[in-house]
C-alpha cells in the first residue's frame, strides 16, 4: 500500500511493562526509521533500518530499547521496562534509497502511568 | 552536528493573508530540506523538499519555499492562507539520501477568522 501502517494507534502501559509497537512501511521502501515525538514537539531520531539491518542508531536507548525489522512482518519497536518518561508519540517513517523524502505513519501515543 | 532553527514558536494570520515561516540550518554542506505539516493528532505530512537545482520549490496545497545558501535558510510561504493551514510545521534537513532527519522545534500557525 501507500501508506505506512502502525498499530497499535493507542497504547497504555503501567510503569515497569513492556511496550510493543509496530509499523508496516510502504512497499519497496528500502528504509525505515522511528521517531520520538515528546510533549514539546520535540522530535528525537531513534533507529533506523536499511532493509533488515540496522542503519543507524545512535538515537536508542540500548538499555531498554530495541527494534526490529525482519523480512515479511513489520517492523517492530520494543521498550523492555517502560518509564514515565517514554510516554510520547512514536513514529515511523519509510523511504526509498533515493532522496525522495519519507513517508510518515500516523503514530502510536503511548502512555506510561 | 547539524541544527535546524525555526525561530518563531507561534504565529498568528488572518484568513487570505500571506504566511512565512522561517527556518535556517546548520550544517557544513547544503543538506536535503524538507517542510512537513502535522495537524492535531495527526502524523507528519510532506509539503515540499529541496535537493538541488531551482532554488524555489513549489510543494502541495500552495505552499512553496525558497532556498538561499548565503543565509542557510529554507523558508516557507504560502500567498493566502485558508482556515484549513492551521498546524504545526516543521523544517528538516538530511545531510544525505537514507539519513535521518534533524527537525526544527515547529511553528504552531494559527488562522484568525
Known amino acids: 500500500g501507500e501508506e505506512v501502517a502502525q498499530t497499535p494507534k493507542h497504547l497504555v502501559r503501567g510503569e515497569g511493562q513492556k511496550a510493543k509497537l509496530y509499523c508496516a512501511p510502504i512497499k519497496g521502501h528500502s528504509y525505515v526509521f522511528w521517531y520520538q515525538q515528546v510533549l514539546k514537539n520535540e522530535f528525537k531520531f531513534l533507529i533506523s533500518?536499511?532493509?533488515?539491518?540496522?542503519?543507524?542508531e545512535t538515537g536508542m536507548p540500548k538499555e531498554r530499547f530495541s527494534a526490529k525489522c525482519l523480512p515479511n512482518s513489520p517492523c517492530s519497536l520494543e521498550i523492555q521496562a517502560t518509564k514515565l518518561e517514554d510516554s510520547a508519540v512514536y513514529f515511523c517513517a519509510s523511504s526509498q534509497s533515493t532522496a525522495e523524502g519519507y513517508t510518515f505513519g500516523s503514530g502510536t501515543r503511548l502512555t506510561v502511568v | 552536528a547539524q541544527s535546524v532553527t525555526q525561530p518563531d514558536i507561534h504565529i498568528t494570520v488572518s484568513e487570505g493573508a500571506s504566511l512565512e515561516l522561517r527556518c535556517n540550518y546548520s550544517?557544513?554542506?547544503?543538506?536535503?530540506l524538507f517542510w512537513y505539516v502535522q495537524s492535531p493528532g495527526q502524523g507528519l505530512q510532506l509539503l515540499l523538499k529541496y535537493f538541488s537545482g531551482d532554488t524555489l520549490v513549489q510543494g502541495i496545497k500552495g505552499f512553496e519555499a525558497e532556498f538561499k545558501r548565503s543565509q542557510s535558510s529554507f523558508n516557507l510561504r504560502k500567498p493566502s492562507v485558508h482556515w484549513s493551514d492551521a498546524a504545526e510545521y516543521f523544517c528538516?534537513?538530511?545531510?544525505?539520501?537514507?539519513?535521518?532527519?534533524?527537525f526544527g522545534g515547529g511553528t504552531r500557525v494559527l488562522v484568525k477568522p
Open positions: 550544517y557544513g554542506a547544503t543538506p536535503y
Open positions: 528538516a534537513v538530511e545531510k544525505a539520501a537514507g539519513n535521518k532527519l534533524t
Open positions: 533500518f536499511q532493509n533488515e539491518n540496522v542503519f543507524d
